[in-house]
């Protein structure tokens, strides 16, 4: 099982180059993609679900079986394919049972299959206490989770989600990433989110993309690797503040009593007091997404 992304470019109508010659494998496990808004992983994700077509390059989708260009051959993909985007809309007159029963008619589910999986999916998302009330009564969080049962109905091998814990309290983001490992052993998954933690504790590797290019696909732990040495903290008085922070990427200010204590990001000392740090993910994302792509690349 196998998705290849093979120099993809995307151009919209309007001019706007969304995507600039991206390419990348992946394989079974959790794929993290971050990046700044309108870095084009919106766009991506949006090709690899069979919604938009690339102006060039292609997707190729190997199952096992055969080795399918999904701009050619959409059904092979999205009959093992999963999506949530990050605007999910819901029919508020339908209860989640409801809604649920007829998405998996649309995907063709079987009715007594449907059915059994559709109470599990329920038991997963933490719904089924609510799962006969109206959809148009559920908050934020409640729509998401109906969003990400609906997303596992058909048992995809390839699942896609855009920002998936949005709306979620704490306790129903950790139990979203533990469900996100759990289902990865055997499927691809794309994890699209700003919130780095989300990424951090549940992907496999993480692509990093700016300017609708892929800057650097690498493990946490490699990404951790490449900050040896260039993340800082040091201490200036506070009317300094502004002008360094013009000069230097900071990635964290604390006002104490003998000044404003900043956590930069840097190839080199960027104050006479500043104190090396150990590296978070947060700070390598600073840097990376930083980087001209030219370099990166």
């Not at 993609?33 to 309108?38: A, E, F, H, I, S």
């Not at 230097?248 to 090396?276: E, F, I, L, M, Y």
């Not at 993910?281 to 980087?291: K, Q």
Request: with cysteine; net charge neutral; hydrophobic share 40%.
């Amino acid at each position: 099982m196998r998705l290849s992304v093979e120099n993809v470019s995307k151009r919209y109508g309007s001019g706007v180059q969304a995507l600039r010659d991206f390419s990348l494998e992946l394989r079974a496990g959790v794929l993290g993609l971050l990046g700044p808004n309108g870095a084009g992983k919106s766009t991506l994700m949006s090709i690899l679900a069979t919604i938009t077509l690339p102006t060039s390059g292609r997707v190729l989708w190997d199952d096992g079986h055969g080795n399918y260009d999904i701009a050619r051959h959409p059904n092979a993909l999205r009959n093992v394919l999963g999506f949530l985007p990050q605007d999910f809309g819901v029919y508020p007159n339908l209860s989640a049972v409801e809604f649920l029963e007829y998405l998996a008619a649309i995907k063709g589910i079987d009715g007594r299959v449907a059915k059994r999986r559709i109470d599990e999916l329920l038991t997963l998302v933490n719904l089924q206490t609510a799962k006969t009330r109206k959809l148009g009564g559920f908050s934020g969080g409640m729509r998401q989770r109906v969003g990400i049962a609906q997303a596992l109905l058909n048992d995809p091998k390839l699942l896609i989600v855009d920002e998936p814990t949005a709306g979620l309290d704490p306790e129903e983001r950790v139990r979203f990433r533990n469900l996100l490992s759990e289902l990865s052993h055997d499927r691809i998954v794309i994890l699209s989110t700003h919130i780095v933690s989300d990424v951090e504790l549940t992907a496999d590797r993480i692509a990093l993309v700016g300017n609708g290019k892929l800057i650097t696909c690498q493990t946490p732990d490699e990404l951790l690797r490449t900050m040896e040495g260039r993340v800082w903290e040091c201490v200036i008085p506070p009317e300094m503040l502004q002008q360094f922070k013009q000069h230097h990427a900071c990635s964290g200010t604390v006002r104490r009593q003998d000044g404003v204590h900043v956590r930069v990001v840097s190839d080199s000392k960027p104050w006479q007091n500043a104190v090396a740090q150990p590296a978070l993910l947060e700070d390598a994302y600073l840097y990376w997404v930083n980087v001209p792509v030219e370099v990166a690349a």
